[in-house]
């Protein structure tokens, strides 16, 4: 199995076509539970419509009424073309704020290492506490782990 960094110029970059193709997968399986979810609850349920008016839905709902009933047939596969788009766009976004937000708590992490911040002491970053876990580098006198309090 492949790491998303394998194939960066540095370690700490994730490749970008392994983080899309991930979005891509993530987006793929949600839409496909979303439409599961939709079959259970709004079709098996609710009973607010037939399980054949899912996909078409989505043409109402973007386009409006009127143009789901104009293009009759066809607003199936248009409503189909939607659900799956936003789904794989959702998935995508979602996969680089994670990769982004993984990489803003993995500097975090340095930060407070190496800026020997102690469990009392302010960091510029609001959400960062350092409790006596985080091992600091070795100093005379000082142990490699700080005690806590």
Known sequence: ???????????????????????LIGGLAGGI???????????????LMPLAGIPRNATGLVFGKQVQEQLGTAAYFVGTGIHFLFALAWGVLFAVA????RAA???RQTAACCNRLTPTSRSPLPSLRVSGDV???????????PRRQ
């Open 98 to 101: 994670f990769l982004l937000h």
């Open 33 to 47: 539970i979303i439409w599961i979810y939709e079959a259970l609850v709004w079709v098996g349920v609710q009973h």
């Open 135 to 145: 091992p600091m580098p070795a100093e005379s006198g000082r142990s490699s782990v």
């Open 1 to 23: 199995m492949s790491s998303i960094y394998a194939a960066s110029s540095t370690p700490a970059t994730p490749d970008r076509a392994l983080t899309v193709r991930a979005g």
């Open 105 to 107: 708590r993995v500097d």
